[in-house]
């Protein structure tokens, strides 16, 4: 008997884990909570998720799934993150007392030393109540369709657009018109004010003609005899068919003349 209690003993303390050892550390821990636990319907939920890698671990990402809640803001501070959620369906809805709503489990894997490793965290149960009374809550009920309804329009967007359309091509058509008469407008009045009258274009050519030969200023000088009063035009005509070629100071003093009684 005392043998054998003696081999008991052996094997216990050769089983029992040494004091002071180190424990076995895991590569990934994952934690899940919800703020707050109970809440009624339509109320804001915050969903935490902490990741804890060791270290060596690299590419560390968690998946969580919130259905049926809805997902409107996120905030990361290193390891944890805040989600947070809103529910106003039919899957939040309590219609028989208080809802209880669990959500999936978060996923959270790494990868560490060439392996994927991966860690899961249950959330806890989030119990929703209802905002009505008991005489109430029986006849509550949401009326949702799977899909928005057909929109109806007073006049077809397609119409009004193609109408749109012809009417800025119009109103371009009418700019590039009005832009075309201005300037027609503007060249006829310009030319008009260029235009000379015969006067003084004889009174120009015989200027011109005291630089050419002389058969030139017969022609210059019989042209503003056609074009002065008698008086002038007797002299005008006398010198251009003179024996003697007129001379360009001649010339020159009959165009000054006649300039100076259009003037």
Known sequence: MRLEGALVAAATLALAPVAGAPRAVAPLTVTATLQPQTIAFGDPVTAVVEVDAAPGTSGV????????????????HGNVTRYSLSCLTDGC????????VRLRPVVASAQLGGRRVRATAAWPVLRVTSRLGGANVSRAHFERPAAPPTPRYAVSPV???????????????AACALVVVLLLGRRRRAAE?????????AIAFVRDSTRRSAADRRRALELLAEEVEPALAGEAADEAWSAAPPTPAAAAELADRAEGIRG
Not at 93 to 100: F, Q, S, T
């Open 159 to 173: 119409g009004l657009a193609a109408g749109l359309l012809a009417g800025a091509v119009l109103c371009v058509l």
């Open 193 to 201: 004010k260029r235009q000379l009258s015969g006067l003084e274009l």
């Open 61 to 76: 990402v968690a998946t969580p799934s919130f259905l049926p809640f809805t997902e409107t803001s996120v905030d990361r």
């Open 93 to 100: 809805l309590p219609l028989k007392g208080a809802r209880l």
